[in-house]
């Protein structure tokens, strides 16, 4: 009976502590996984609460006793579900970010490169940043990405802070809880979590003002220019491309280290591009980390298909694309369901 209460009560959670643990991680699968560990703590946590209540109330002519455990419960009161488990899962992320690297974009790893013809090697060295489908948001778009909390970039920045100041951060400006009950879950004092929460916001201060400009997926004039970009792309219209970004525009590859900036250099590599992979392309619209994105196919070398090249996140505003991250990942393919052939050409 518990496991059937439990699931029933957890369900509802599932999503938002999905996009939490991404957030702290930076990749989906590990999410997913931080996930599974914190449903299971938290239900052994639960049968052993309900193993001692049942302990308390066995021996019935041990009222006194009974009696006691019953007012003590009554005080301290039946623990908030969802904050019970959001502090089991950033536990088991702080645990798990010991010792590790902290998940990065090329342009976190070295200088833009000037050179469209740099080899294209990846390095499978580096635990690269992931992006995150919409699709996995489960109709909760509005509670998972306020103030911008699922922007690539600024989830690429939270992966800089020390875990400690990423999960204080998280928890008092994304999800809204007091420092006290921060504390609380993360077993420090109200006076660290504000330190804690102070360096955060000074490191992220930049970062963070620069997204509230960033369109969504749903933004009708955002909208507008990713169908003039998918067009120019499909036409293999180097020059239409490049009209449509901003003059200070990134292009970045992981897994490879390489990236560009400024329009023209984005320009040459593009050309680039085309060369080595054909000038015939499709591409899918879908959206990450509530930002535009396309999954992008090209024409094989026998004429026959359309092959998934890579997912294409972009940062759209008012002036243009400023930002287009372009992930070759199989484990990101598989996160957002791309078909490795394109089933339908238009």
């Not at 992966?159 to 951060?169: K, S, T």
């Not at 593009?270 to 899918?284: A, S, Y």
Request: charged share 30%; hydrophobic share 45%; glycine share 8%.
């Amino acid at each position: 009976m518990i496991d059937e209460d439990f699931e029933a009560r957890v369900a509802p959670y599932r999503c938002e502590l999905l996009v939490h643990c991404y957030r702290m991680l930076g990749a989906v699968h590990e999410a997913e996984d931080l996930v599974r560990e914190t449903m299971l703590r938290a239900r052994r946590a639960r049968e052993r609460a309900a193993e001692r209540e049942r302990e308390g109330t066995a021996g019935r002519g041990r009222k006194g006793t009974a009696e006691r455990a019953r007012k003590s419960t009554a005080r301290a009161g039946r623990p908030d579900e969802r904050a019970e488990l959001y502090g089991i899962a950033t536990r088991a992320c702080l645990a798990a970010l010991e010792g590790r690297s902290r998940r990065r974009l090329p342009s976190g790893l070295c200088g833009p490169s000037d050179d469209p013809h740099a080899p294209l090697a990846p390095s499978l060295d580096v635990p690269w940043l992931q992006p995150f489908p919409d699709a996995l948001l489960g109709g909760q778009e509005e509670r998972a990405v306020r103030r911008g909390s699922l922007r690539l970039a600024l989830v690429a920045a939270m992966q800089a802070l020390p875990p400690e100041h990423r999960a204080v951060l998280i928890l008092r400006d994304v999800l809204g809880y007091p420092a006290e009950e921060v504390a609380a879950l993360l077993g420090t004092s109200a006076a660290a979590v504000e330190g804690a929460l102070r360096r955060a916001r000074a490191d992220l201060a930049d970062v963070s003002a620069a997204e509230d400009a960033v369109a969504g997926p749903d933004d009708g004039a955002a909208g507008a220019l990713m169908d003039r970009y998918v067009r120019a792309f499909e036409d293999a219209d180097v020059p239409g491309v490049v009209a449509l970004l901003t003059e200070d525009a990134v292009l970045e590859m992981p897994p490879i280290r390489l990236w560009y900036a400024g329009r023209d250099a984005c320009g040459r590599f593009l050309e680039r591009l085309f060369e080595m992979r054909g000038t015939d392309w499709r591409l899918v619209r879908t959206a990450a980390n509530a930002q535009p994105a396309v999954a992008a196919y090209h024409r094989d070398d026998d004429g026959e298909d359309y092959v998934l090249h890579t997912l294409q996140v972009f940062t759209v505003r008012p002036g243009g694309v400023a930002r287009n991250v372009v992930f070759q990942d199989a484990r990101v393919f598989a996160a957002f369901e791309l078909s490795p052939v394109l089933a339908e050409v238009r």
